[in-house]
């Protein structure tokens, strides 16, 4: 099995170009972004920088408004804008759209439902979705999101378990069942290092927050050995630290602590050399058991 890396566009304030030479030049494997933003031309500059480095696109959805949905936005309109992005996304040949999808608000029946009707989009359309544990979505924590899994076997998620270590306040080996249960329909990961008390924290790399990502790689081996046991041939992550309240800032300066590319550059980098490490120890245990 393989790594592929994803550089995200969110919080990159620079243009689709520039995005794709510092994911090529970083060994990345593409960029994940959404189809449409404010800008009229950027579809058109999407498929450009793509076609022009080579890279993959994973499609970014969120249904009924931004990362955090309308609250009273009904199924059908969730849905509508799913297709709606599905079909603009479609011609850019997106090597999966990874969907924030649903409500938090909603019983888990709802949720049941809107999940099983969009796989039915997905499906109408010839596309993956791989729906993301997302604060503010129906994946939202761990057991809400363990309870609708059950009831749909074939799903396929992204695992961003930080959201779950700020809703929880606690890193999620304390949930090891839900983490085993969610990476039996890990399709893709967003690696942010999340702490109890936030998404995020300030870097990685610093050793005060050690733990936390000894944590979360913890997770995601469990992710790959799921994968692995599936016949999954490669594995992809988007190193996801980003900005709106996410990356910490200096009181009074507002000055950002760190440059988020380059913490996504880090993490991307150390799970490059995490996942060989692991490869290698997983081959080797396998082939002992043999």
Same mark, same amino acid.
């Given at each position: ?85 599905? *079909? ?7 090597? @999966? ?9 909603? +019983? ?5 439902? @809107? ?26 924590? +761990? ?11 074939? *799903?396929? *998620? ?48 610093? +050793? ?32 996801? @630290? ?9 009181? @009074?300066?507002?000055? +950002? ?34």
């Amino acid at each position: 099995m393989q790594l592929h890396t994803f550089k995200t566009i969110w919080g990159h304030t620079g243009s689709i170009e520039e995005a794709a030479v510092l994911a090529k030049t970083s060994n990345f494997s593409g960029l994940e972004a959404p189809a449409v933003n404010d800008n009229p031309t950027h579809l058109q500059m999407l498929d450009q920088a793509l076609s022009k480095h080579s890279l993959g696109w994973v499609q970014e959805i969120c249904t009924a408004g931004s990362y955090v949905p309308r609250r009273r936005a009904s199924v059908r309109e969730h849905l509508e804008d799913l297709e709606a992005q599905i *079909i603009i996304g479609k011609p850019l040949e997106p090597r @999966f759209v990874n969907v924030m999808g649903g409500c938090d608000a909603w +019983p888990i029946a709802t949720s049941v439902e @809107f999940f099983k009707a969009a796989m039915e989009i997905a499906d109408k359309h010839g596309v993956i979705c791989s729906f993301e544990t997302h604060r503010g979505r129906s994946f939202y924590c +761990p057991w809400n999101t363990v309870e609708i899994l059950e009831q749909i076997p074939d *799903i396929k *998620i992204t695992c961003d378990f930080s959201h779950w270590v700020v809703v929880c306040e606690r890193l999620m080996d304390s949930e090891w069942d839900a983490i085993e249960v969610a990476a039996q329909h890990a399709h893709h990961v967003h690696s942010r290092v999340g702490y109890d008390q936030g998404p995020q924290v300030p870097h990685p790399a610093a +050793p005060e927050y050690a733990d936390a990502l000894a944590s979360h790689q913890r997770c995601w081996e469990a992710v790959w050995a799921a994968q692995m046991a599936r016949g999954y041939q490669e594995t992809t992550m988007t190193p996801e @630290f980003g900005p709106d309240g996410y990356l910490h800032h200096l009181p @009074f300066t507002d000055a +950002p602590i760190a440059d988020l590319w380059d913490i996504n550059r880090w993490i991307g980098l150390t799970e490059q050399n995490h996942f060989e490490a692991w490869s290698q120890a997983a081959t080797k245990l396998e082939a002992q058991r043999a």
